[in-house]
């Protein structure tokens, strides 16, 4: 259309006087012009052309990437520099949207690339990832502080009071936008000098961090003299422990290397109560100059350094900085949100090591419990209280039937879905299959990708991806992949799997149904494309119907007698969660505030951290003023090997709170779900309008509040950690736990 309007412009204007400022002239200008982009060659040229454009992997050899990379690297600078160089004055559709379509062919490379270096990797797809990576951060560094392309983007940001805009480009146009300036679009030449100072200096001290965390974890392992300190071992944990010792030069002794968290995988079973004591304060002075490893001043640094970048951008604090898109949005917000449970959280504390105590007393110990007693003891009632056979579980757990009687079945109960097993799509290796998924009206809604077990060739975790993301502008349907660890089964046997393992099968496609009910426009802003703080939410909301019981009833049979798991296996496991939470979920939420303490600090508190021992005071004072029960159950990471949050320029720094506030809108709307009749197509319908529908195109406060019609609360989740019985909560200290209404715009 735009070329026939072009076309009838030009030869009607052959005696329009064409001098500046002519608005019919620009007009002809801006059609006519028609920039040189170079053309691509190769597979990634083009969309593939196979069913949904799902990716052809016959057709992709890994020789391709490396040039069809530099070929996409220079196509889409060429589109940026189209767009820079266009006559025509900015205005949404050749500036905003233009932006939005170019790197089409950048993009196509990605999601394939990334998609194998997760999930089916080779030697030299690492090396070209690698080789490729930092000259991908430059590419769109490059981009995203491009002055001139700035300069159009703020003229059209700043004309859009005037400009008549749907609620999804007004967002497109903000975050992109947004996202310039937070990058530093709009400093001065100096002030981005100094912004570039920092991060580089960041870039620095946070790698010396990492790498000095990680010598604190694997250079130092514990060294015990004698096999007796290590009684209740397995006799391979000894043998480990003896080669590990004659690796180190301590031959004839014993080493148990740290692990990541500040407890300790080996403490309950060890009987050796100063062993144990030994391990665990080896653990938890790790990397704070008990040793000849102190990152105690490059913490100190870094948080002087953040604080002060964020100052350079008008914020008063690194968090406020760093959570421009989140949707706690404000340091307070989440602060406010963590503090909240501290009441019960301590109070659960104090219980469970009372609880713990009276154990150790029945065992003839007369010593109060500490955290290296802990988890011997938890463990402990919690094999008497549940009594909890694993293995006698994942009987009634078929991972056919998991995935299509109960995650499929799920999704037709709630929202009218249908699937469809494929067999003509090619995948990248012989476990993955592949389902065409229907929508309520019978129409396609797109294809799932299944990839369940575990491999050497395979990152560990789960995770959610597409191939193709959907879009209106495109009129493209979004291509799907779960990615799971489940190990698998020998050949010829049934394949079982794990109740984690059901569970992270339908919170996986919690995420993937976030992306099936995309209804965007523009890819950006398609599906999953939500804050971190929010893409968590959806994605558990959905592990609530993996023991919903109609649909326990539809895939839960025992593999040999085909009868459905029994209710009482069921009450177990729910019962099992909410045990020992005062340790497993105080850790967590001490970490998170540890997180945000120090990410909050303003330059002038930052700089008056300035010796090792004002970072100790510090983290102490930072916990214990909120008066959990810090030498009971210490943070899941101290200060010193906190590597979420000081192991790279930002990494999930002012961001490990995340975990929990999910978590706090997952827990908000089982709650509703239940309230409103469960498993329903209403009830999904609704949810699907209201939620996953949306991706990250408008508030999602007020995407909370049209679901629920309320704002979220804190309440369901204390509950649901056992850290407030449901009918008690009413009269709780944290029954209060709405958020506050300004939050909510
Ligand atoms: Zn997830």
Not at 244 to 270: H, R, V, W
Not at 292 to 314: E, N, S
Not at 374 to 388: G, M, T, V
């Amino acid at each position: 259309m735009a070329t026939t309007a072009a076309a009838a412009l030009l030869a009607g204007c052959a005696t329009i006087n064409t001098e500046e400022g002519d608005p019919l002239a620009d007009l002809q200008e801006a059609q006519a012009y028609n920039p040189d982009i170079p053309a691509g060659t190769g597979y990634f040229a083009e969309r593939s052309d196979l069913p949904f454009h799902a990716p052809d992997f016959t057709r992709i050899s890994e020789d391709d990437y490396l040039p069809a990379y530099e070929q996409a690297m220079m196509i889409h600078k060429a589109e940026i520099e189209a767009i820079k160089n266009n006559p025509a004055a900015p205005n949404f559709e050749n500036t905003i949207v233009a932006l939005e379509k170019a790197g089409g062919m950048l993009g196509r490379i990605n999601t394939v690339f990334f998609a194998l270096t997760g999930s089916n990797t080779t030697d030299r797809l690492d090396e070209i990832n690698t080789e490729i990576s930092p000259k991908l951060t430059e590419h769109y560094d490059a981009i995203t502080l491009d002055p001139a392309l700035f300069a159009r983007v703020k003229a059209v940001y700043d004309n859009r009071a005037a400009m008549t805009m749907t609620v999804e480009d007004a967002k497109l146009l903000e975050t992109t936008y947004e996202g310039m300036v937070h990058a530093g679009a709009l400093l001065s030449d100096a002030e981005r000098e100094q912004v570039k100072a920092i991060n580089s200096q960041l870039s620095t001290l946070t790698t010396e961090f990492s790498q000095d965390a990680r010598a604190a974890m694997s250079d130092q392992p514990v060294i015990f003299d004698s096999r007796e300190e290590l009684a209740g071992l397995s006799d391979s944990d000894i043998k480990s422990a003896a080669d590990l010792a004659t690796e180190k030069g301590f031959d004839g002794k014993y080493a148990i290397a740290l692990q990541n968290t500040t407890q300790q995988p080996l403490l309950p079973s060890m009987e050796n109560r100063d062993a144990r004591e030994k391990l665990f304060m080896a653990s938890y002075h790790r990397a704070d100059g008990t040793t000849d490893v102190d990152t105690r001043m490059l913490i100190a640094k870094i948080a002087k350094l953040r604080a002060d970048k964020a100052a350079l951008f008008g914020e008063a604090d690194w968090a406020s900085y760093a959570m421009w898109d989140r949707m706690a949005e404000k340091p307070k917000t989440a602060l406010d949100f963590m503090e909240q449970m501290v009441p019960a959280l301590a109070a659960t504390q104090r219980r469970e090591a009372a609880m713990l105590t009276a154990a150790i007393a029945a065992d003839g110990g007369d010593y109060e419990v500490k955290p290296w007693d802990w988890y011997r003891y938890a463990n402990r009632i919690k094999a008497e209280q549940f009594d909890l056979d694993e293995d006698a579980v994942m009987e009634y757990f078929v991972l056919d039937k998991v995935l299509e009687d109960g995650v499929f079945y799920m999704a037709e109960k709630l929202y009218g879905l249908t699937f469809q097993k494929r067999t003509d799509l090619p995948v990248y290796h012989p476990d993955v299959t592949t389902y065409t998924v229907f929508d309520r009206d019978g129409s396609e809604l797109g294809i799932f990708y299944f990839d369940p077990f575990q491999r050497p060739s395979k990152r560990g975790g789960a995770w959610m991806s597409n191939f193709v993301e959907q879009s209106h502008l495109y009129g493209t349907k979004p291509v799907i992949y779960n990615v799971l660890n489940i190990p698998k089964a020998p050949a010829g046997e049934v394949q079982l799997v794990s109740f984690d393992w059901v569970n992270t099968t339908f919170h996986e496609f919690g995420h993937a149904l976030h992306g099936f009910f995309a209804d965007q426009r523009y890819e950006s802003l398609s599906g999953t494309a939500t804050a971190r703080d929010f893409v968590e939410y959806p994605s558990q909301v959905h592990e609530m119907w993996a023991t919903w019981p109609s649909v326990l009833s539809n895939y839960a049979k025992h593999y040999e007698t085909g009868e459905t798991i029994p209710d009482e296996m069921i009450e177990k496991i729910e019962a099992a969660a909410k045990f020992n939470q005062g340790y497993d979920f105080g850790e967590v939420v001490e970490a998170a505030l540890l997180d945000m303490k120090w990410s909050a600090l303003s330059p002038a508190e930052a700089a008056a951290i300035d010796t090792p021992e004002k970072v100790d005071a510090f983290e102490r004072r930072s916990l214990e003023e909120l008066g959990l029960e810090i030498d009971l159950v210490p943070p899941r990471y101290r200060s010193t090997y906190f590597n979420h949050i000081f192991s790279s320029p930002a990494g999930y720094s002012a961001g490990y709170y995340s975990y929990l506030w999910t978590e706090m809108l997952d827990r908000d709307s089982r709650k509703w779900f239940i309230e409103n009749g469960g498993l329903t197509r209403e009830n999904g319908d609704h949810y699907r309008a209201t939620v996953l529908s949306r991706g990250g195109t408008m508030d999602y406060f007020q995407m909370f509040q049209n679901f629920a019609g309320r704002a979220p609360d804190v309440t369901p989740m204390l509950e649901a950690r056992g850290l407030v019985a449901g009918d008690e909560a009413a009269d709780s200290e944290v029954s209060d736990g709405a958020l506050p209404s300004q939050a909510v715009n």
